[in-house]
């Protein structure tokens, strides 16, 4: 029931967004709709953590804690986002770069987003899946070229071509998943599809199909996640498109992304009995941590800037999901989480801000603590907490995925070391002189919605000092749940 | 020589057939006739869909082929034959293309795909186990089409035939996926090519031009 | 070896010497017609032939005899050419000795001399046909190798005779996806190497475009004659090389008797005729290609006869 809530209360706001359509009021009710997911999300929760995994409508459907906290951190983001959003785009649309229809296309595609992530978090069917990924890329290739001018255009197609021949792969690697499980499952009826029929027999899965499966998978899934060298879209989309969609495509989408291939990962290691998809990982995310982390130097704009940090962060959890076992796979649930919400963070503050300069160049914004305090100490703190200073979440969390590097795979801990003392320099080099610094930049029309900025940021401090025992609790069975 | 049934045997020609005409697309300059090759493609497919499923006796299939017959057949090259002429670029080619080398590298795929579903064809038990290969070299093609053209709609096209690709290769090594997931598809599919239209009309407003060498503003300096 | 055997081989040689102008003025007939202009007789070439024949030969004073020789040369390998393929029957007791791979030599040595009696003048447009002929020449070969090599490889023989026997004798329909690449191949190298349109065209002069033509320039009388009449024997072999590999049905077999000769003689007519409209479609609805695309052209032919050979690995293991 809860689940039917979840996944119902954004497709029918979809609709209904579609149809109110471009009244004043269309703000709020994207608002309001989203605190009616995030209520069923909870209840959701609540019911899981009571009865523990169940499926839903013959099996297509199924929640697990690990989903289940991935849902929740979704619809948490989500509701955030569209608070941020409804003074956000007011005031874009007093700058004219926006109009009314175009507004009800952005508030309609929000929702259906909402729902394509939702479904895909938790369909059982690796089948519907792919289709929810694919619907979560179509809804937000116009949201990216929300703007039309040229550089978003251009950034919407690149992000459309590249993830759709992405997918398209991931489509081949499903086919071959479908076609090594359908002797045992039978073709007929969906079990070929339903993961957890898949995980019941992934021992007698074939190895040779599995394995050009996971890669098949991986690299098409991958290029959602942002994983280096199929990352090329994830700068451009983030920087072009409106900043309440950069942040659900950092703070969410990716997610999304990661949690199909840790999902196709639990398969793919079952069936190989080998650490070569553990390899794969951690390969694809030392590859992306280091290459994202020298490009951070040479950043002018301040939402590419934090589009080259979430690859960063993306490449350390698929390293840690790479390690695998508990306390890794803890590791990169929590820093999942603690990114989501940072980088969220970040881009609200980090969209007011470049309001205020009237640009995105990293060398137009400067003297934000005089102008907006609030944003200015938004953005320092943000930066200072993606940045993995404690008492943040986020070192806590690469603390652990540090730690156990040294322990399992030494020889790779200097390269995280070394791309994340890099990153620290180049954002931090870059953000200082924006909060700091003289201006005369005016103050924005409409006062900015912070109050997100401070909540996720608040949640990450809490996660970073004290960790609720339900909470670990939870991220514990998780972590166990992914192997 | 093994002897194989009649079915098989138009179900290999047909294979042929579709490998035949990627790399017809490869080389095909003008617009207008890559999209006729796409339609084409999408009929083999059809056919070799529509043999799959009396063969096999599989009613799931029928479905299937009808559908890839309105999808592939009618509606896509249609809505992009109107694109094209809404935009007023029928006559459009893509002239700097070296297709003595595309070609090569093309063959070189081809032995590539043949070469990674040989260990899978062998497992398989159905009467097309033989064409996965095909479908490969049928999808890394249209990939390889996409990496070398410079026009929106070529692009586009390429896509198409990838996705033509992944279907032969679902119906040659499975008999098709469950219909739910294949609807699924071809919806996507659907919206895609819808999207790519509205994209084609805005990137034209702003560049004056299909030409997806334009698109180069955002780099890395 | 009976004496039958050799007579029909003989016979096979003399039938396509005779029949090859017929199908050059098939052809050209076809072409008119399809293009809306009145057609030339059937016979026409041989009307051309019986005047080029009456007339008194000129050299040119600087030609070697080489440039005398070559069209004895080039008329000569074609026709031996004609008698080891298998056009009417696969009981050629010669062909033995020259399997498909011979052919292709035989073809490749008309080609050189060809090309050399060309520059002997030293004009600029015969070292310009020659020097293009070469090129075309050095494409199409291997392209034809591949074509060949899919039909041995799936029957296992170099020898085109025994390729014949094989496909007739498979009871059933056999359909061979790779034969599909390779047909499609052959059809290219076919263009190509008798100087047909897309590549060239045999009807025209124009200095900018010929290649074939710009080699016969300096030549008159019977050794033009004998020219021409080679050129229109290579079509008709490789023709028959077509018909052999893909539609082989008509050919007499070793076993059959001599009635069966008759009949195939039959066959061969009808499928000449066919092959006649075939060629002419093709060629009144392409248009002539650059000099500088025949290359792609050919690295098409080449590539599909490759794939067929890949394709036929693929769906025979």
Redesign the interface.
């Known amino acids: 029931m809860e689940l039917v809530l979840v996944l119902a209360i954004p497709a029918v706001g979809a609709i209904l967004l579609a149809l109110v359509g471009a009244q004043q009021r269309a703000a709020e009710l994207n608002v309001v709709i989203s605190f009616a997911t995030l209520i069923a999300a909870g209840a959701l929760v609540l019911r899981i953590i009571g009865e523990g995994p169940m499926t839903v409508a013959h099996e297509q459907f199924f929640v697990d804690p690990f989903n289940v906290f991935l849902i929740a951190l979704t619809a948490l983001v989500g509701f955030t986002t569209a608070v941020f959003s409804r003074p956000y785009m007011r005031i874009e649309e007093d700058h004219g770069r926006l109009n009314a229809r175009r507004l009800r296309l952005y508030h309609s595609m929000y929702q259906l987003f909402m729902t394509a992530m939702l479904v895909a978090l938790s369909t059982n069917n690796m089948g519907l899946l792919w289709v929810a990924m694919e619907a979560a890329t179509l809804s937000t290739v116009l949201l990216v070229s929300l703007y039309r001018t040229r550089a978003s255009i251009e950034a919407a197609w690149k992000y459309f071509i590249l993830c759709g021949v992405g997918i398209a792969l991931a489509l081949f690697g499903t086919i071959l998943l479908y076609f090594a499980a359908e002797h045992l499952l039978g073709g007929a009826g969906m079990s070929a599809l339903l993961w957890t029929h898949l995980d019941a027999v992934k021992e007698q899965l074939d190895p040779t199909v599995i394995g050009l499966a996971f890669v098949f998978l991986l690299v098409g899934y991958g290029t959602k996640v942002g994983l280096a060298p199929l990352h090329n879209w994830l700068p451009d989309a983030h920087a072009e498109g409106p900043t309440p969609v950069s942040a659900v495509l950092s703070g969410l989408l990716l997610n999304v992304a990661m949690y199909a291939v840790v999902r196709c990962k639990i398969l793919a290691v079952g069936a190989m009995h080998s650490a070569v998809p553990g390899r794969m990982l951690m390969g694809f995310g030392l590859l992306s941590t280091l290459l994202a982390a020298f490009f951070l130097w040479r950043q002018r704009d301040i939402k590419r800037l934090f589009g080259y940090s979430s690859i960063e962060h993306m490449g350390i959890i698929t390293f840690a999901f790479g390690m695998g076992g508990p306390l890794a796979n803890f590791a990169a649930l929590l820093h999942m989480t603690v990114h989501s919400l940072t980088k969220s963070a970040i881009f609200f503050a980090a969209g007011h801000a470049s309001q205020i300069a009237g640009t995105q160049r990293i060398a137009g914004i400067r003297g934000l603590l005089v102008v907006s305090p609030t944003v200015g100490w938004g953005l320092m703190l943000g930066s200072l907490a993606i940045l993995g200073m404690p008492p943040f979440g986020v070192f806590t969390s690469e603390y652990l995925i540090l730690t156990t590097a040294m322990r399992d795979h030494p020889w790779a801990t200097p390269v995280l070391l070394a791309a994340l003392g890099v990153a620290f320099a180049a954002i931090f080099g870059h953000v200082q002189p924006m909060v700091f610094g003289e201006t005369d930049a005016r103050p924005l029309p409409h006062s900015p919605a912070l109050v997100p900025v401070f909540v996720h940021l608040s949640i990450v401090l809490m996660l970073g000092v004290y960790m609720p025992p339900a909470l670990a609790e939870w991220y514990r069975v998780a972590a166990h749940l992914i192997g | 020589m093994p002897t194989l049934t009649l079915a098989t045997q138009f179900l290999h020609v047909l294979a042929a057939g579709l490998l035949m005409i990627s790399f017809g697309m490869l080389a095909q300059r003008r617009t207008r006739s890559l999209i006729v090759l796409l339609a084409w493609q999408g009929a083999v497919l059809t056919a070799s869909t529509l043999l799959v499923a009396i063969s096999a006796h599989l009613p799931d299939l029928y479905y299937s082929a009808a559908l890839t017959l309105v999808e592939k057949v009618w509606l896509m090259p249609w809505i992009l034959m109107r694109l094209m002429r809404r935009l007023g670029i029928e006559g459009d080619s893509d002239p700097l293309v070296n297709i003595p080398t595309l070609m090569l590298v093309g063959l070189g795929l081809v032995i590539f795909a043949f070469g990674l579903a040989q260990p899978i064809s062998s497992l398989a038990t159905t009467v097309t186990r033989q064409t996965l290969g095909i479908a490969m070299a049928v999808i890394l093609l249209a990939f390889l089409m996409m990496i070398a053209r410079h026009k929106a709609v070529t692009q586009v096209i390429g896509f198409l035939a990838m996705e033509n690709g992944l279907f032969f290769a679902a119906t040659s090594t499975t008999y098709g996926m469950p219909m739910v997931i294949e609807l699924g598809i071809a919806l996507d599919l659907l919206v895609g090519v819808f999207i790519f239209g509205i994209f084609f009309f805005q990137i034209r407003e702003q560049f004056d031009s299909l030409d997806l060498h334009q698109l180069e503003a955002l780099k890395e300096d | 070896m009976n004496a039958l055997a050799l007579l029909s081989q003989l016979g096979g040689a003399v039938l396509a010497v005779a029949l090859a102008p017929v199908l050059a003025g098939w052809v050209a007939q076809c072409r008119a017609w399809l293009q809306n202009r009145s057609a030339p007789p059937l016979l026409q070439p041989y009307r051309s032939l019986r005047k080029l024949f009456r007339k008194d030969a000129a050299l040119a004073t600087y030609a070697s005899p080489l440039f005398r020789a070559t069209p004895y040369v080039v008329f000569g390998t074609m026709a031996m050419a004609a008698a080891i393929i298998p056009s009417v029957t696969t009981d050629l007791p010669m062909a033995r000795v020259a399997d498909a791979i011979a052919l292709v030599g035989l073809f490749a040595t008309a080609r050189v001399f060809m090309a050399l009696a060309a520059m002997d003048i030293g004009t600029v447009f015969g070292s310009m046909g020659a020097r293009r002929e070469m090129m075309i020449g050095f494409l199409a070969e291997p392209a034809l190798l591949m074509v060949l090599f899919n039909a041995f490889l ?1 029957f296992g023989s170099t020898a085109l005779p025994t390729v014949v026997e094989d496909i007739l004798n498979t009871k ?4 061979q ?2 034969l ?2 390779a047909g ?1 191949a052959f059809v290219m190298v076919l263009l190509a190497e008798n100087a047909r349109i897309p590549i060239d065209n045999p009807a025209t002069h124009l200095e900018v475009t010929m290649i074939h033509e710009a080699m016969l320039l300096e030549y008159s009388a019977r050794h033009l004659a004998l020219m021409e009449w080679a050129s229109w024997l290579k079509l008709f072999n490789y023709a028959c090389i077509g018909f052999a590999l893909f539609v082989p049905w008509g050919i007499a077999l070793h076993a059959n008797g001599p009635l069966a000769l008759l009949f195939a003689v039959a066959w061969l007519a009808a499928k000449l005729v066919v092959a006649g409209a075939v060629l002419a479609v093709i060629e009144t609805v392409s248009a002539k290609l650059r000099i500088f695309r025949a ?2 052209f050919l ?2 032919a080449f ?2 006869a ?2 067929g050979l ?2 036929h ?5």
């Open positions: 799936m059933g329909l056999m359909l996806p790779s599909a690449f499609v290359p792609e690295s098409m590539l599909l490759v794939l890949l394709v690995l693929l769906l025979q293991s």
